[in-house]
């Protein structure tokens, strides 16, 4: 059985590869420190985090970037970009409908 947990993992390297981990470092490299050494509540906004609107578009682009997808227009939503836990939705998604399932 497979459990949600409200923060990342501990282990970070077991994790980077996963799409939760690699979002989790992009918005860590976007956010800064003090962000780099507090762990991130996948269910926080991200505005209550510390993501400013510029700062929410170098994620979009990142994330495009980082997972080789287009977001499209419709997508780009503040539900989407809210929390951690919405973006990675966003993104399996959007990964999920590039492979056609």
């Known amino acids: 059985m497979m459990t949600r947990t409200m ?3 501990s282990n970070d390297r077991s994790t980077q590869d996963t799409p939760r981990g690699r979002l989790i470092s992009l918005i860590r490299q976007i956010l800064g420190p003090p962000a780099a050494s507090r762990p991130l509540p996948i269910d926080a906004r991200l505005s209550d985090l510390g993501m400013s609107s510029i700062k929410m578009v170098n994620l ?3 994330v495009e ?3 080789a997808i287009t977001i499209p ?3 780009i939503t503040p539900e ?3 929390s951690i ?3 990675e939705a966003l993104v ?3 990964t ?3 492979r056609g399932g």
């Open 85 to 87: 836990a919405s973006v």
């Open 96 to 98: 999920a409908s590039d």
């Open 80 to 82: 989407n970009f809210a």
């Open 92 to 94: 399996l998604k959007l």
């Open 73 to 75: 227009q419709a997508d």
């Open 65 to 67: 970037v980082e997972f």
């Open 7 to 9: 923060s990342e993992p």
């Open 60 to 62: 979009m682009l990142a």
